[in-house]
């Protein structure tokens, strides 16, 4: 007796359609996505094409080309370099000066005009006669008034100075500590840079790898529609009637509909090739093709209190603000030494050429040096450094609690993506044996066709699901593989690695 056509078994092969079309089109949502965030490398010399590529191999070559890992190359040498400044401060400073002047006249000084007195005196000379007084009466002499040249108008000076800090109230150690946290801030934003580009390239390398076995899923649902459809065609024309016209009209518009997915599959291929290209830094023109292989599985088996308590260990943002509260404090010393003295040694030697070798420029006075030692002592400067003490004990407590939200938001993070990686080891689990159970419903429904045992529907449903659950399956490894590989970004440290150490 011949089934009754229900609504519910009418519409239930326009559902699978429907839902096959939806899994299908992730992959376009997803490709898009990732062309999209892929970062825009700069133009660079062209690459030939290398062929396939292992995952390794990409991330060698993103490593090498990326450019934000370049830049932040960059920032461990601007860090470096402050350090090095910082430690300028221990050292003597030397600087040597010399200049050449011309003033408007010869300068010179003026002796007052004097008058001299002497006083009223009486001397004694020998004559052949005997010693005979003379008598001197008092009298004054005027001494008019002298100018003087000290030296020439043109003048040429060098000098050598040399100041030594010896006490610095901590300045010079508290600035120090402050570039050391630098250049380590810097190298962990490198590491960031680093586990940035290996994630980026490995959920890009895997997505086209699931674009390509989608596209293949498609491509084997659409060979066998089609030997349906030829079979369809046959049992229309020549079975025994059984199978009607409207069968062969269902088969043949799911035929033309994966037709059209095909094409939208292959889209989604090359735009996911693209977007890995982009994220390794390569050229365009070049795109990377993946080694031919399928989506791997490695099952985790870690704790969630271990993965967070690596990430305390091995997060590159954990340990840069860890960088930053040590700069802080380092800030606040760095403050505090305004209210100490500071000591210093001092030295200088001078060398004058003029034309005028009197005055002040004889020869003992062309060359002159001196040594000595400095103190300068804060007294008040309207309250300005206790100001700046307050605002850098601010700053720390403000990173103290902006590392417990930090502190807070890792564990989050860590927990949110734990359980998306064990999600997706179910999901692995049973779309492993939803596949393999349509596989074999699918090739029943074929065999009992022949015979015109089961309904064309029967048989579009059963291939219909065979591709989506194969679709889903594939879908599945790739979510475990991009769990892992975040996971990985966020603890800062291999999966593998951790387990590994717990053993």
């Given amino acids: 007796m011949k089934a009754k056509m229900t609504p519910a078994r009418i519409l239930r092969p326009l559902f699978l359609c429907t839902l096959v079309c939806w899994l299908f089109g992730a992959a376009t949502a997803w490709a898009q996505e990732a062309s999209g965030d892929a970062q825009t490398p700069a133009p660079t010399t062209a690459t030939p094409g290398t062929g396939a590529l292992t995952l390794g191999q990409c991330i060698d070559l993103a490593l090498e080309k990326n450019h934000s890992r370049l830049a932040s190359r960059y920032g461990i040498e601007i860090a470096e370099a402050q350090h090095r400044q910082a430690l300028s401060g221990y050292w003597p400073q030397i600087n040597a000066k010399a200049n050449y002047s011309i003033m408007d006249e010869d300068p010179n000084f003026i002796f007052p005009a004097k008058t001299f007195q002497m006083p009223a005196s009486t001397m004694t000379a020998t004559t052949p006669l005997g010693p005979m007084p003379i008598s001197i009466p008092a009298s004054s002499y005027k001494i008019p008034e002298q100018k003087v040249k000290l030296m020439d108008r043109e003048n040429f000076v060098v000098s050598l100075n040399a100041t030594l800090p010896l006490y610095t109230g901590g300045q010079v150690s508290a600035v120090v500590r402050q570039a050391e946290q630098g250049m380590k801030a810097a190298r962990e934003e490198a ?151 500071k000591i210093g040694l001092f030295g200088n030697l001078n060398r004058i050429e003029n034309s005028y070798s009197k005055g002040m420029v004889t020869p003992d006075n062309r060359t002159s040096w001196a040594i000595g030692i400095g103190l300068e002592l804060p007294l008040f400067n309207g309250m300005r450094t206790t100001g700046q003490v307050r605002e850098a004990r601010a700053r720390l407590e403000k990173m103290k609690q902006q590392q417990f939200l930090l502190k807070e938001g890792i564990a989050l993070q860590v927990k949110h993506i734990f359980i998306q990686l064990m ?4 999901q692995k689990a049973a779309s492993q044996a939803a596949a393999a159970s349509s596989e074999e419903n699918r090739a029943l429904n074929e065999r009992a066709y022949q015979e015109e045992l089961v309904e064309t529907k029967d048989v579009i449903e059963a291939q219909l699901v065979e591709s989506l659950m194969k679709a889903q399956y594939c879908k599945a490894l790739y979510d475990h593989i991009e769990a892992r590989a975040n996971l990985d970004y966020v603890v800062g440290k291999q999966v593998t690695d951790i387990i590994g150490g717990q053993r």
Avoid: C
């Fill in 191 to 341: 590491r960031r840079s680093d586990l940035q580009v290996v994630y980026d390239t490995t959920r890009y390398y895997y997505g086209a790898v699931l674009a390509r076995e989608l596209l293949q899923i498609g491509r084997d649902a659409l060979t066998r529609m089609e030997v349906t459809l030829e079979l369809t065609e046959s049992l229309y024309t020549k079975g025994s009637g059984k199978v009607k016209k409207t069968d062969y009209l269902r088969n043949k518009t799911v035929v033309e509909w994966l037709r059209s997915t095909i094409a939208i599959l292959e889209a989604n291929e090359q735009l996911a090739r693209a977007a890995l290209t982009n994220s390794m830094g390569m050229e365009w023109q070049n795109p990377v093709e993946p080694a031919p292989q399928e989506l791997p599985y490695l099952p985790t088996r870690v704790e969630l209190k271990e993965l967070v308590s690596n990430a305390y260990s091995f997060n590159p943002d954990w340990a840069r603000l860890e960088a930053g509260l040590e700069a802080a404090a380092a800030k606040i010393d760095e403050t505090k030494s305004g209210h100490l003295p």
């Fill in 423 to 426: 999600s997706s080891q179910q």
